[in-house]
């Protein structure tokens, strides 16, 4: 992904917690992708029918993937609880982890303010 910042958004499409935060995290993006921000979105634990009609729910106008091992992102990333978002900076460091939507915004202002 070509962006300054990636939000790396890690959920399920059944999880309510990730049903109340995405359409936040909707908002957001909108507001801020002019401005250099994406997000990669995963699906944990769901199945292609029910990901996709989540996406198309939500407007989820960004890169959408879905492991249906789960494999790879829960060894990789200790994901234990959705949603899940972590904030990439342009060097891919992550700036920002176990946040919620209205977090984000501060830790990129703060990531800017560093360089």
Known sequence: IEAP????????PTCDHCIEETPKLVRFYREW???????FA???DTEDAEWKDFIARNGM???NVFDPT??????KYWVDITPELYVL????K????????HQIEAVIQ???GRQ
């Open 42 to 44: 995963i699906a944990l």
């Open 61 to 63: 106008d960004w890169v």
């Open 94 to 101: 992550i700036i920002g982890k176990n946040l919620k939507v």
């Open 110 to 112: 703060r990531d800017k």
């Open 70 to 75: 789960n494999r790879s992102i829960y060894g």
């Open 33 to 39: 992708q002019s401005q250099g921000v994406e997000v």
């Open 5 to 12: 910042y990636i939000i790396v958004f890690m959920y399920n």
């Open 89 to 92: 900076n342009p060097e891919r």
